[in-house]
Nanobody, 129 residues
């Protein structure tokens, strides 16, 4: 069974940090790019960051550049999203998803369900004082 499980969400004060984890099972990160998306209440789901299959390349939305860092651990088959300098506008449910169709060294922040076909259940991140 192909599965992604997110963890690490929670409540944090503005300026604080969280690290989200996305554990993959049933497939390896060598063959799928992984994207992190988020959805705030009343808003569309948006791409935050992604990492290419083989963990060689990354991309970030402008709103998180310089604050968020995506990385992966092949041995644990897990992708992480380190979030620093959190702002109230970062509050959302965060999802990771796997893209089977990406070319090596590339990934997309576009929420294309024809490509991102495996999704986790989501983890809530709330930034508030």
């Amino acid at each position: 069974q192909l599965q992604l499980v997110e963890s690490g969400g929670g409540l944090v004060q503005p300026g604080g940090s969280l690290r989200l984890s996305c554990a993959a099972s049933g497939f390896t990160l060598d063959y799928y790019a992984i994207g992190w998306f988020r959805q705030a209440p009343g808003k569309e789901r948006e791409g935050v960051s992604c990492i290419s299959r083989g963990l060689s390349s990354t991309d970030y939305a402008d709103s998180v550049k310089g604050r968020f860092t995506i990385s992966g651990d092949r041995a644990k088959n897990t992708v992480y999203l380190q979030m620093n300098g959190l702002k109230p506008e970062d509050t959302a449910v965060y999802y990771c998803a796997a893209d089977w169709s990406s070319s090596p060294g590339t990934c997309t922040l576009v929420n294309d369900k024809r490509r991102y076909t495996i999704w986790g259940q989501g983890t809530q991140v709330t930034v508030s004082s």
